[in-house]
């Protein structure tokens, strides 16, 4: 179990990746596991993938299917935030778009900063600043940071423009903000790193659909220097989210647990026991030899 960190890159596409100088993003995929074929959600407007990635229902059934922010989301639809709260487990929120807000029901969030996009030149390092020194003090059991600075600039200057690269460098240079704010301190060592893009085009090339989204997921408990080359659904993020903060999914979530993203578990060597008959006879204890540690002792009949 560990806290995790969730940074959603909004208009990020994997062949963009490939293009840009993101060293930041490649040391997360030395260290951890790299998925290029993250399977995204129809409509992919931001929105409806937002609300997909928390409750893992398609959006059909939790009811928002547009970026307009007007539909409420259905009551039946769980969202890892929620599952937070009941768990009595801190979350906060980092964004730039007000239509956001739907991602969080009311009471949910323990902290929430909202920062207008379109009052700052590089929103995305503004919005890491103010979500590292969150992470310092507070250290919340799950943080999502939504960086829209990609997504901008695919919108008004194409997804494989200048700017739109240039977007993509802004944004690892936000999550190396982040990471290093965490190792200052030395709480890289308890939170795992979820990165993910969203925001797919509604028809996609045949270049981008076998591309997909990119996925890292980096950080205690997990792979390291592991690809997957299989396509993930979207809807297997909340349950293995779910899974890195030591919670069980929700029963209604349709997602499974990305597996093979985690480490093998080890089962713990055993001392043979004997029944008390001038056999051996286990001592339960912390493996080692010595008062406190398992340690075998012959017992007679």
């Not at 100088?21 to 040391?27: E, G, K, L, Q, R």
């Not at 769980?78 to 009595?88: C, D, M, V």
């Not at 089962?267 to 540690?293: D, F, L, V, Y």
Request: aromatic share 4%; net charge neutral; hydrophobic share 40%.
């Amino acid at each position: 179990m560990s806290k995790l960190l969730c940074v959603i890159v909004d208009g990020l596409r994997a062949e963009t990746l490939a293009c840009a100088h993101v060293p930041c993003f490649d040391a997360l995929a030395r260290e951890g596991v790299l998925c290029r074929h993250l399977r995204p959600v129809r409509p992919g407007l931001t929105l409806p993938t937002l609300v997909s990635l928390l409750t893992s229902l398609p959006p059909e059934e939790h009811g928002v299917l547009a970026n307009s922010g007007a539909a409420a989301v259905s009551p039946h639809a769980l969202s890892l935030i929620s599952l937070l709260r009941y768990r009595h487990q801190t979350s906060a929120a980092f964004y730039s778009n007000d239509r956001l807000r739907l991602l969080f029901p009311s009471g949910s969030l323990q902290t929430g900063l909202l920062i207008n996009s379109q009052s700052i030149r590089n929103v995305d390092h503004e919005l890491a600043e103010h979500a590292a020194i969150h992470l310092q003090r507070e250290q919340p059991d799950f943080c999502l940071v939504h960086l829209e600075g990609t997504g901008i600039a695919a919108t008004h200057f194409g997804p494989g423009s200048n700017a739109c690269l240039e977007s993509v460098e802004q944004a690892d240079r936000a999550l190396g903000l982040l990471r290093e704010h965490l190792a200052v301190v030395g709480l890289h060592r308890d939170y795992a790193f979820l990165v993910l893009g969203c925001g797919a085009p509604e028809r996609p090339s045949a270049e981008t659909a076998e591309a997909g989204l990119p996925l890292l997921l980096s950080g205690p408990g997990l792979r390291q220097g592991h690809r997957i080359d299989r396509p993930v659904s979207l809807l297997d993020l909340a349950p293995t989210m779910a899974a890195l903060l030591g919670l069980a999914p929700h029963p209604d979530w349709q997602g499974r647990v990305a597996a093979d993203a985690f480490l093998p578990i080890r089962p713990e060597p055993r001392t043979p026991a004997r029944p008390r008959n001038g056999r051996m006879t286990a001592i339960p204890g912390n493996g080692r030899t010595g008062e406190h540690g398992r340690r075998a002792i012959l017992t007679k009949p």
